[in-house]
């Protein structure tokens, strides 16, 4: 199912009309309608962002990344795989410390597929590489999705450097002040991002200032997707 069909067929199963979404929307029931019929592909940045705030609407399934109607935002695609961690300790298990033995049990080995790069400085087109993994040894579980190859210096106050593997939540939308992959028309670039809402300003911040800020408004809201929270960093070792 398409964006628009997901939208109308949610709309209309839970009994809300065109005009009462498009109130929630700030926009038009003319937009609502162009929006179901596909004439406008895509909901805007700040469109999305009132959706998600607008009880029992899911952006995520709307946006096609789950098939829950009530995927809640900070759920995405399928984890990572897992498999039992393949390392064999240099001494016995059973001779360590209770909490070390029970947080060495707990360890697994995960594989996160790797997506291409990721600018950090002007956005670059990131091609999907699926038969790539990166794999990591992981105590406590996280909810991590992809990841992505660094590329160049624009976030080097944030410690993320040239060649560092980004690990990635899928998730279209993020709190203001962290830092996300972000899709501009189809190239991708890591910044911090804020959103205005009053004003209907999305900013993207270099953390590096030998490089502008990246500001977004109108029309422009529409070139914008983000692809997923960063929540780790792999440094790459020289």
């Known amino acids: 199912m398409t964006f628009g069909q997901r939208l109308h067929a949610e709309r209309r199963r839970r009994h809300v009309t065109q005009d009462e979404l498009a109130e929630v929307l700030n926009t038009t029931k003319q937009s609502i309608y162009k929006y179901e019929r596909g004439i406008v592909e895509n909901i805007p940045f700040d469109k999305l962002h009132k959706l998600a705030d607008y009880p029992g609407v899911s952006p995520i399934y709307l946006m096609g990344w789950s098939d829950d109607p009530d995927a809640p935002v900070a759920s995405a695609v399928p984890a990572a795989e897992e498999e039992p961690i393949d390392e064999t300790p240099d001494e016995p298990i059973d001779d360590l410390p209770d909490k070390v033995r029970n947080e060495m049990k707990q360890m697994s080995t995960r594989r996160y597929p790797l997506l291409g790069e990721v600018a950090c400085g002007q956005p670059i087109y990131a091609e999907e590489d699926h038969e790539t993994y990166v794999r990591v040894t992981v105590g406590r579980p996280q909810k991590l999705d992809f990841c992505l190859t660094a590329k160049g210096d624009s976030m080097v106050n944030a410690r993320i450097f040239d060649g560092d593997t980004l690990f990635v939540r899928a998730q279209p939308l993020v709190e203001d002040g962290e830092i996300a992959v972000v899709l501009i028309d189809d190239e991708a670039t890591v910044k911090r991002v804020w959103y205005d809402r009053e004003n209907g ?36 070792v020289k």
Do not use: F, H, S
Request: hydrophobic content about 45%; proline content about 6%.
């Open 201 to 236: 300003i999305l900013t993207l911040i270099p953390e590096n200032p030998a490089y502008k800020t990246m500001r977004y408004m109108g029309e422009d809201l529409n070139r914008i997707r983000i692809l997923g929270k960063v929540i780790a960093v792999q440094y790459l």
